[in-house]
């Protein structure tokens, strides 16, 4: 229950008892939290009797000349002295009363009044416990020294229930409620006094520890200086008081939440003759101190409205609360939300934390695949009398793998989410290790089987790797906290923090945690390609030196580096680059990639480049002796693959392959590029085979739309591989197939 509305319960009680006398409760009591007449320090007092029940304690004193009425009540849920000091001072000190000289003493108010003989005097004080109120009324014409006798009783009193109030810590005080004055009704119900009202100013955190409302002091200061709270209230003479509770929030979600818990338990709903007039009005029924109290309440945006009616008929106080709330709802602006907030359950937060994540990670995945463009689809391969080994089902069964991988890493994230979000102790980070191993050891495991053991040979250091890798971790972690603190404030009532964070950037809390989900996939995208480039620099020559098996030569113009085909979801990725927004990688990557499970991949850098690189492991030759170093390669490589080309050094590599006798372990690879250029490629290459044996030897053929060629070193015959869909998975299939192909003929001389 909001504290505003805990406290208005209590000062309701105060009127009701204010000015009773000995004998009015039921059983009467002994007044033990109040002094008896031989503690008050001056002569010739009597005790007159004391009376206590579960609201206050009360006592009258007599005297030849004057009469003394003391009450006591309990701080109890209030836990604010100076209110209930306050709204005393207001009940009992008029505009005919004079203001009583209590000096600097703290908790402290008294007034006086004259009535023709009698001479009335009053003060109320507090300590950390209880509130006190003393009348002193004269008669019989024998002056007191009233003042000094009021403070004299009050440090007696207090002396008795625990001394002075403790001093108060420095807190942040709440903003001015007076503006809220104009939302409080001016006249109150018939019959009820005063005509104005009696209208407060309610702190409700004054005097509360962080600890007690389990925040941090930063948030409890934030919520003491945007939350204002006004009430205004009557009474009558036939035991009825009402009070109208007006409370402004910093955001609506918290008026939303205090209507919604208006009927918690022990309230029970009822019907109101308002509900027709005030949209979504909820109303209540609970037992108050003096008796049941009906509760009705509504919101407008930020703004709450409780009427709250104490007294001994129900019907009365709904008939009462009701007028009540039409005037007020009459008084507040138009619009604004006015529908109650209910709180999540933990299981609806998790479910719709989950579903959230996985929406953004399959988001991301359907934008990097139209980023990619659409792959293109040739035509079946008229290729006259070479042989077609179509491999379009194998790629086909690539991709089906690799959406089954993302499902699980959608899946993963989401976990890893739950974790993070989810309100369950220590077992968050359980459950969020579970995600991320789930994720990762469903990645290694499918790189496994793709590279067929060769990722243990995979060990490299390398420190530019070191520091991209540092900063790809920064990135990704720092993009996993911001979009998934995001994701939760979206999906869960905003959390104070994050108020405050709002209010200090002067948007709204959604609008703030959109704002963080954004910047958490910008670092994540980022972050993922940083980790791409860490991953090149370990894998610039450190793939040959930990790997013990023969290479395999990669040759290709340089310029085909910049060639790219529309990249398919795999475990060529790691799990960290799920949020890559590339949809297209180098050509050459996914070649090396399908190559690396048969050996380390290497290839000629240019002079002039990086030899960072996610294909083949670059290495750098001396210009001078490149052809040489390059011969020398060719005769330790297991197997010789060439993009086919029309570069000058490309067709002196091609005739090397022929005159050294390579060309049983050498694949053709047909690149990307548009059909004329590929045609120029594959006739170069074929004039560059020609001149090396110095005869035709390949018959003509039109490998346009192909993916590889091998070439029969006794025959000529050329064995191509096509695919319905040429993209990532269409070469990776091509290329496990031809490497698998049993190797033709011995050499040509």
């Given at each position: ?5 805990v406290i ?6 105060i ?14 009591g ?6 008896d ?25 007599s005297?030849p000349?004057a009469w ?5 009540w309990?701080?109890g849920e ?15 000190c008029?505009?005919a009363?004079?203001?009583l000289?209590?000096g600097a003493?703290?908790l402290?108010?008294g007034?006086?009044a ?5 001479a ?5 004080f ?5 509130v ?16 000094e006798?009021l403070?004299?009783v009050?440090?007696?009193q ?10 108060a ?10 503006g809220?004055?104009?939302f ?14 009696i ?33 205004r ?6 035991a ?7 409370t ?10 205090a ?8 309230a029970s709903?009822?019907?109101?003759s ?6 979504d009005?909820v109303?209540?029924?609970t037992?108050?101190v003096s008796?049941p ?7 407008r ?5 409780t009427v709250?009616?104490?007294g ?6 709904e008939?009462?609360?009701s ?9 507040l602006?138009p619009g604004?939300?006015?529908a109650a907030?209910?709180?999540p359950s933990?299981?609806?937060s ?7 994540t996985?929406?953004?990670v ?46 699980i ?9 739950v974790?993070?979000v989810?309100d ?20 290694t495991i499918a ?17 530019t ?5 540092l ?28 108020l405050?964070?709002a209010d ?5 809390p959604?609008?703030?945690?959109v704002?963080?989900?954004a910047?958490g996939l910008?670092a994540?995208?980022?972050g993922?390609?940083?980790?791409r ?5 370990a ?5 040959r ?15 085909d580096?910049?060639l790219d085909?529309?990249s398919?979801?795999?475990a ?7 949020f890559s927004?590339?949809?297209?990688d ?26 960072a690189s996610?294909g083949?492991?670059?290495?750098l030759?001396d210009p ?8 020398e390669?060719?005769?330790?490589a297991?197997?010789i693959v060439l993009?086919?080309g029309?570069?000058?050094g ?11 006798g390579?060309?049983p372990?050498?694949?053709?690879i ?5 059909r004329?250029?590929?045609?120029e490629r594959w006739?170069?290459?074929c ?7 110095g ?6 053929v ?5 993916l590889?060629?091998?070439i029969e ?12 869909r ?16 049993p ?5 040509t001389?």
């Amino acid at each position: 229950m909001p504290r505003g509305r805990v406290i208005a319960f209590a000062l309701l009680a105060i009127p009701l008892t204010v000015g009773a006398v000995p004998g009015d409760s039921a059983g009467g009591g002994d007044g033990s939290s109040i002094i008896d007449a031989s503690q008050l320090g001056w002569p010739g007092w009597t005790d007159a009797g004391c009376r206590s029940d579960e609201r206050f304690d009360s006592c009258v004193f007599s005297h030849p000349s004057a009469w003394l009425g003391m009450s006591a009540w309990p701080i109890g849920e209030t836990g604010q002295p100076q209110l209930m000091v306050d709204g005393l001072a207001t009940i009992e000190c008029d505009e005919a009363s004079t203001p009583l000289d209590v000096g600097a003493v703290g908790l402290t108010v008294g007034c006086s009044a004259q009535d023709g003989d009698a001479a009335t005097s009053f003060i109320v004080f507090a300590n950390d416990s209880w509130v006190f109120t003393v009348n002193l009324t004269e008669h019989g014409g024998v002056p007191w020294e009233t003042p000094e006798f009021l403070l004299d009783v009050r440090q007696r009193q207090l002396a008795l229930a625990g001394g002075e109030a403790a001093a108060a810590a420095p807190q942040v005080r709440a903003p001015d409620s007076s503006g809220l004055d104009r939302f409080l009704p001016v006249d109150g119900p018939p019959g009820f006094a005063p005509a104005g009202g009696i209208t407060l100013p309610i702190d409700a955190f004054e005097n509360m520890a962080p600890d007690d409302l389990g925040w941090s002091s930063s948030q409890t200061d934030f919520i003491r200086s945007h939350i204002t709270t006004r009430v205004r209230m009557w009474l009558d003479d036939d035991a009825y008081s009402a009070a109208v509770v007006v409370t402004e929030y910093p955001y609506q979600e918290f008026a939303g939440l205090a209507i919604d818990g208006l009927d918690e338990p022990p309230a029970s709903r009822i019907d109101a003759s308002a509900a027709a007039q005030v949209d979504d009005l909820v109303a209540v029924e609970t037992d108050g101190v003096s008796g049941p109290i009906v509760v009705e309440g509504f919101r407008r945006g930020r703004r709450e409205v409780t009427v709250l009616v104490s007294g001994p008929d129900v019907a009365t106080n709904e008939q009462v609360a009701s007028a009540l709330a039409v005037d007020v709802a009459g008084l507040l602006p138009p619009g604004g939300e006015s529908a109650a907030i209910h709180p999540p359950s933990v299981w609806t937060s998790v479910i719709q934390a989950a579903a959230a994540t996985a929406l953004l990670v399959v988001t991301i995945l359907l934008l990097r695949r139209a980023l990619a463009g659409r792959a293109a689809r040739p035509p079946p391969l008229d290729a006259g009398d070479a042989h077609v080994d179509d491999v379009s089902p194998a790629a086909r069964a690539l991709r089906r793998r690799g959406h089954a991988l993302a499902a699980i890493q959608v899946v993963a994230c989401a976990v890893v989410v739950v974790g993070i979000v989810a309100d369950i102790g220590w077992w968050s980070i359980v459950v969020a290790a579970a995600g991320v191993a789930l994720g990762a050891g469903a990645t290694t495991i499918a790189r496994r089987r793709e590279l067929e053991g060769a990722l243990r040979y995979r060990v490299t250091t390398s420190r530019t790797a070191v520091v991209f890798g540092l900063l790809a971790a920064t990135l990704l972690v720092g993009g996993v906290a911001l979009s998934v603190r995001g994701v939760k404030e979206l999906a869960l009532l905003p959390s104070l923090t994050h108020l405050r964070m709002a209010d200090r950037f002067t948007v709204a809390p959604d609008v703030l945690a959109v704002v963080m989900v954004a910047v958490g996939l910008v670092a994540l995208v980022a972050g993922a390609f940083v980790i791409r480039l860490a991953r090149a620099h370990a894998r610039t020559t450190g793939a040959r030196r930990t790997d013990p098996r023969p290479p395999i030569l990669y040759l290709r113009s340089f310029d085909d580096d910049r060639l790219d085909i529309p990249s398919v979801h795999s475990a060529r990725r790691p799990f960290a680059e799920l949020f890559s927004l590339s949809g297209r990688d180098a050509f050459e990557e996914s070649i090396a990639w399908e190559l690396a499970a048969n050996g380390p991949v290497v290839a000629v850098g240019h002079p002039a480049r990086s030899t960072a690189s996610l294909g083949a492991a670059r290495e750098l030759l001396d210009p001078a002796t490149w052809q040489r170093d390059v011969a020398e390669r060719m005769r330790g490589a297991a197997a010789i693959v060439l993009a086919v080309g029309d570069t000058p050094g490309l067709a002196w590599e091609v005739g090397e392959i022929v005159r050294s006798g390579h060309l049983p372990k050498t694949h053709f690879i047909v690149p990307p590029a548009d059909r004329a250029a590929v045609v120029e490629r594959w006739a170069a290459t074929c004039d560059a085979i020609h001149r090396a044996v110095g005869r035709l030897v390949v018959p003509p053929v039109d490998i346009a739309d192909s993916l590889t060629a091998r070439i029969e070193t006794d025959t000529g015959a050329v064995t191509l591989t096509w695919a319905d869909r040429i993209d990532e998975a269409a070469y990776r299939a091509a290329v496990d197939r031809a490497l698998a192909t049993p190797t033709p003929g011995s050499a040509t001389s």
